[in-house]
């Protein structure tokens, strides 16, 4: 029998404060996890831009529990003005963004004082750990968007930016002391993808001093994953941290239902046989080299098989058509479709004409493609974060194939068609065992209750936290 205060304590109602970083990408699954807590009773506070309040008011499934509270971005010098999210800027301006966030600390501070709250959930605002333990009383939680890899590949090194920059390529890489794993690392050609670390990300923050203090500061951290798939990562971090370390499982929205009536896809997939269409998409952020973007059509077109791609026009250039290769049109024709704007992903992921999805590993996609749809899977990450997810599916969970690229980080249109045959192929002995490894995770990732008791035990783990 559980002691009475215990008891007490975990019927109670929490009341949580969610800040996620300006970035629909992080915002949005946030926003998936105050769903989960709102249905069981929890009270959460969002604090968001204005813009991202009305693109992402039908999301709030439980409008009585969750309150969308809007933050005014203030204005940088050298952002575009009513700049909110990452999605108004390039890549370039970012820093910038980061700069207007962190100058929202005294509104974030008076408003905290003023309710209270139990928790405050947070990414890449660092200083909440610091306002939460001046006003006392209030717990901090840091939300990890990425798989754990990641942050202990990337964050559990030397913090001096010069020992990084005096380090070879292979000591970059290389995994701190008793990194539990020999395969989800990064390669030594892939160095270059660390060097974001130690670049300013807000006004005199580098990425790594943000991200780091602030799993250093927070009272836990919470990994966006479950134990069967990233357990021993989870663990890894526990330690080194030396602070628990929650799991809230995958936290997937339910799948939209409904026919796929945008830019009349559902006629366009209909034409194809069942699990025939190869369907390609690089997230929001990506922009592709036009070289390589050159090479990616070429590719598809080289397996002879019909294909969907959702990509942003390349480097350079005004639009996708424009730097599609000369003849490529006529040649493809009805048989690959190309769009440069947002399209339902999970949509068409589950359509019963398409059968491979050739993904950027992005954390949300790659448990979209593990857990909620039977494609063949074709890794193509560009990023730290997205090239160790795609090592996790390919080398240990052996659930598809990554691209092979040179030692410059570029993979050729053969490399693509290769991977995409390899899974494709009704014979190739590696698409079989995919499929098979594919079909048992997504069983256990989908068995009844599975994701629920992940967040009853989150929910159980947050009032033991308040305990103590």
């Keep these: 029998m ?10 109670s109602k929490l009341q949580i404060v969610m800040f996620p970083w300006l970035a ?5 699954p946030f926003l998936n996890l105050s769903n989960e807590l709102a249905k069981k009773g929890h009270k959460i506070s969002f604090l968001l831009p204005k813009n991202a309040e009305i693109k992402l008011q039908n999301l709030n499934l439980y409008p009585n529990l969750i309150t969308f509270h809007t933050l005014k971005i203030p204005h940088i010098h050298g952002l575009p003005y009513g700049a909110e999210t990452t999605a108004d800027v390039p890549t370039s301006l970012e820093s910038l963004l980061a700069t ?32 939460a333990l001046e006003i006392g009383g209030i717990k901090t939680l840091c939300y990890k968007l990425a798989s754990p890899a990641t942050s202990a590949i990337s964050l559990i090194r030397s913090p001096e930016k010069s020992v990084f920059m005096a380090s070879t390529a292979a000591e970059k890489v290389r995994p701190p002391p008793g990194y539990p794993s020999n395969t989800v690392v990064l390669h030594e050609h892939e160095a ?13 923050v580098t990425i790594y001093e943000r991200l780091s203090k602030g799993m250093t500061l927070c009272d836990a951290i919470a990994l966006k994953t479950c134990r069967e798939i990233e357990g021993t990562f989870g663990d890894y971090l526990a330690t080194q941290f030396k602070k628990p370390v929650l799991y ?4 997937l929205p339910d799948p939209e239902k409904g026919p796929l ?19 390609c998409a690089f997230g929001s952020q990506l922009i592709l080299e036009k070289k390589q973007f050159q090479e990616l059509v070429l590719g598809l077109e080289l397996t002879g098989l019909p294909f969907l791609l959702v990509v942003k026009p390349p480097e350079g250039t005004k639009s996708v058509e424009e730097a599609l290769p000369e003849g490529f049109k006529e040649r493809v024709q009805e048989k690959g479709l190309i769009l440069d704007c947002w399209v339902p992903q999970l949509k068409i992921l589950t359509h019963k004409s ?31 974060d997205q090239t160790l997810s795609s090592r996790l599916m390919e080398q240990d969970l052996k659930v598809g194939v990554e691209v092979k690229k040179d030692e410059n980080g570029w993979f050729s249109k053969e490399s693509l068609c290769k991977a995409v045959k390899c899974v494709m192929d009704k014979d190739s002995q590696v698409g079989c065992l995919v499929k098979e490894n594919h079909r048992k995770w997504k069983e256990v990732l989908s068995s009844p209750g599975f994701m629920s008791n992940y967040i009853d035990s989150f929910i159980q783990n947050l009032h033991e936290l308040l305990v103590k």
Excluded at 24 to 28: A, R, V
């Design 261 to 279: 009536e945008e830019h009349g896809l559902s006629n366009w997939l209909e034409k194809f046989e069942p699990g025939s269409v190869v369907f």
């Design 192 to 204: 270059k993808l660390l060097e974001f670390l130690f670049q300013e990300y807000g006004k005199g």
């Design 354 to 384: 398409v059968g491979c999805f050739v993904s950027h590993c992005g954390y949300g996609s790659m448990w979209e493609s593990l857990a909620l749809c039977d494609c063949q899977l074709v890794l193509l990450p560009s990023a730290n």
């Design 248 to 251: 809230t499982g995958p936290v």
């Design 24 to 28: 629909l990408g992080h915002i949005i």
């Design 2 to 11: 559980r002691p009475k205060k215990m008891a007490e304590s975990i019927d």
């Design 100 to 131: 207007a966030m962190d100058e929202l600390s005294d509104e974030i501070k008076s408003f905290l004082q003023n309710l209270k709250p139990h928790f405050v959930f947070f990414d890449f605002a660092h200083w909440v750990t610091e306002i």
